[in-house]
T-cell receptor, first 116, second 116 residues
Framework: AQSVAQPEDQVNVAEGNPLTVKCTYS??????LFWYVQYPNRGLQFLLK??????LVKGSYGFEAEFNKSQTSFHLKKPSALVSDSALYFC??????????????FGKGTKLSVIP | GAVVSQHPSWVICKSGTSVKIECRSL??????MFWYRQFPKQSLMLMAT?????????EQGVEKDKFLINHASLTLSTLTVTSAHPEDSSFYIC????????????FGPGTRLLVL
């Protein structure tokens, strides 16, 4: 079975400072990893994904994430936070070749608040 | 690219009535569509997976006779909440994947259902 952990319910960061939103995962095979962002009363917007290749993945709005196989982590990062980055962030994993392999398993979400 | 729409965005109905929610992929053919339910301040709960022209696969605990899913074309899936009750009030989100190998899920903006 696959699972995702986002250990922080909330992350607060000052505008202009770097931000990190943590994610660890567990799969039996190889993972596809995703980050999505959700603004209030909206659906999820795709930010970035790791499939294979370079461990550092760059995505939308200046976000990036680093895949670390040994630590089974996929933390989301941004060098300089904006107030408009304040939202709910979800990490998700898909276990390639596992049962129900089309399905994503989501973390519980991390609320990011960027303080002006 | 990869835009998914949902209609309506908001619906209020009386207990006992049925409500239909549409999910459309606007610029790609969606081989698979997913329906999720999200409770306040919680993650997404997968309700069912549907492939075009096939019966939907429901997750454990989801009543298929209550939540009717139709995926009649490669760009449209519908979720009908039959005989809605106040406990069905929730935020319903659909997602769709196309033919790309990684099958990234792209999400609709969600539908807020309130059953009085």
């Amino acid at each position: 079975a696959q699972s995702v952990a986002q250990p922080e319910d909330q992350v607060n960061v000052a505008e202009g400072n770097p931000l990190t939103v943590k994610c660890t995962y567990s799969v039996s095979g190889n993972p596809y990893l995703f980050w999505y962002v959700q603004y209030p009363n909206r659906g999820l917007q795709f930010l970035l994904k790791y499939i294979t290749g370079d461990n550092l993945v760059k995505g939308s709005y200046g976000f990036e994430a680093e895949f670390n196989k040994s630590q089974t982590s996929f933390h989301l990062k941004k060098p300089s936070a904006l107030v408009s980055d304040s939202a709910l962030y979800f990490c998700a994993v898909r276990d390639i070749g596992g049962a129900g392999s089309y399905q994503l398993t989501f973390g519980k979400g991390t609320k990011l608040s960027v303080i002006p | 690219g990869a835009v998914v729409s949902q209609h309506p965005s908001w619906v209020i109905c009386k207990s006992g009535t049925s409500v239909k929610i549409e999910c459309r992929s606007l610029d790609f053919q969606a081989t698979t569509m997913f329906w999720y339910r999200q409770f306040p301040k919680q993650s997404l709960m997968l309700m069912a997976t549907s492939n075009e022209g096939s019966k939907a696969t429901y997750e454990q605990g989801v009543e298929k006779d209550k939540f009717l899913i139709n995926h009649a074309s490669l760009t449209l899936s519908t979720l009908t909440v039959t005989s809605a009750h106040p406990e069905d009030s929730s935020f319903y989100i659909c997602s769709a994947t196309g033919v790309e190998a990684t099958q990234t899920q792209y999400f609709g903006p969600g539908t807020r259902l309130l059953v009085l």
